[in-house]
C-alpha cells in the first residue's frame, strides 16, 4: 500500500498536471472502499445530513455528528488524505470558535485537514486557523450551507460580475493560506477561469472537466440517493436496486422459510443432541 497523501502531495499534483480524485465517505466500510479504490482525498461532508441522516440540508449537521462520522472514515482510511467538514455555525460566529472547532475535528474526529465553506468574508477566518496550524481547504461558487442566500441549490456565477467575484474568492482563500479549493456548481468556462487564476489545486463539482481535480458525494454517484440528482453527478452504479433485490429476497426466503438453509446453520453431534432429547423427553 502506498504512503499516505499529504498536502503537500495535493499542491505537488496541480504542478505536475495530475488530476486530484476526491469522493465523499461518512462511514469504515466506505472509507475503507475510498482506501481501497485508491483516491487522493476522502471528504466526510456535512452532505451527511442528507445522504446519511435523511435531512432536507446540511443545516442541522452539528460538530458532534462530524466528529463522530469521522472518526468512522478515518478507521478506513490509511492512504487517502482525509478531510473534515466545519458543519453550519462552528466557524461562522468568531475566529475563536472557528479554531476551536477545526482543532475539534481534527483532535476528536482525527482528520488530517478541514475544510469550510466561503470566499473573501472568510479570508481572516481562515488565515486564523491555518495559522493555529491546521490546514483548511476552501469552498466556493454554490456553498449548500447558504445555499438558502444564494437562491436555492443553484449554478453560481452566471454573469461576468458574479464570475469575477468567485475568482476574487479563490484569489482571497489562496493568501489566506488553504492548500486547496471545491469549487462547486458553476460554468464550466469558468471553472477554468478560476483553476488558472490560483496556484493551489481546484477541485470542481459541477465545474467542468478544466480544473485540477474533481470530486463527487458517493452515495450520488453509486445511486444510494435518490432523493435528487444534481446535474452534474454521474451514476457509476446502482447500489439501491442492488440492495433493494438482496433484502426483499430475504424477506421471501425467511417468510417461505428457504433462509437458513443447512449450509447456514451449525450441527450438534449427534451423540449430544440424543442425550440432549432424553434429558428433555422428548
Ligand atoms: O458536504 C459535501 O459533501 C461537500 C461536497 C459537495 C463537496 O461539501
Same mark, same amino acid.
Given at each position: ?35 481501497? %479504490? ?10 451527511? +445530513?442528507?445522504? $446519511?441522516?435523511? &435531512? =432536507? @440540508?446540511? *443545516? ?37 470558535? %472557528? ?10 474526529? +482525527?482528520?488530517? $485537514?478541514?475544510? &469550510? =465553506? @466561503?470566499? *473573501? ?162
Amino acid at each position: 500500500m502506498s504512503a499516505k497523501i499529504t498536502i503537500l502531495d495535493v499542491r505537488k499534483a496541480k504542478e505536475e498536471g495530475r488530476k486530484l480524485v476526491m469522493v465523499t465517505a461518512y462511514d469504515y466500510p466506505f472509507g475503507l472502499l475510498a482506501d481501497q %479504490a485508491g483516491v487522493d482525498i476522502v471528504l466526510v461532508g456535512d452532505s451527511l +445530513g442528507m445522504v $446519511v441522516m435523511g &435531512l =432536507e @440540508g446540511t *443545516v442541522e449537521v452539528t460538530m458532534e455528528n462530524m466528529i463522530h462520522h469521522t472518526r468512522a472514515v478515518v478507521r478506513g482510511c490509511k492512504h487517502p488524505l482525509v478531510v473534515g467538514d466545519m458543519p453550519f455555525m462552528s466557524y461562522n460566529t468568531s475566529v475563536r470558535d %472557528a479554531i476551536i472547532n477545526a482543532g475539534r475535528l481534527m483532535k476528536e474526529g +482525527g482528520c488530517d $485537514v478541514v475544510k &469550510l =465553506e @466561503g470566499g *473573501v468574508d472568510f479570508a481572516p477566518t481562515i488565515q486564523a486557523i491555518v495559522k493555529a496550524g491546521i490546514p483548511v481547504m476552501g469552498h466556493i461558487g454554490l456553498t449548500p450551507q447558504t445555499a438558502g442566500s444564494l437562491g436555492g441549490f443553484k449554478m453560481q456565477g452566471r454573469d461576468a460580475a458574479a464570475a469575477m467575484q468567485i475568482i476574487e474568492d479563490a484569489k482571497a482563500l489562496q493568501n489566506a493560506g488553504v492548500f486547496s479549493i471545491i469549487l462547486e456548481a458553476v460554468p464550466a468556462p469558468l471553472g477554468k477561469l478560476v483553476a488558472e487564476a490560483v496556484r493551489v489545486p481546484v477541485i470542481g463539482i459541477g465545474a467542468g472537466p478544466d480544473v485540477d481535480g474533481q470530486v463527487l458525494v458517493t452515495h450520488d454517484m453509486v445511486g444510494l440517493f435518490e432523493k435528487f440528482i444534481p446535474k452534474f453527478v454521474k451514476q457509476y452504479a446502482n447500489i439501491r436496486a442492488v440492495i433493494l433485490e438482496a433484502l426483499t429476497g430475504y424477506k421471501k426466503e425467511v417468510q417461505n422459510s428457504a433462509f437458513p438453509g443447512p449450509e447456514h446453520s451449525f450441527k450438534m453431534p449427534e451423540e449430544a443432541l440424543a442425550q440432549l432429547k432424553k434429558m428433555i423427553g422428548s
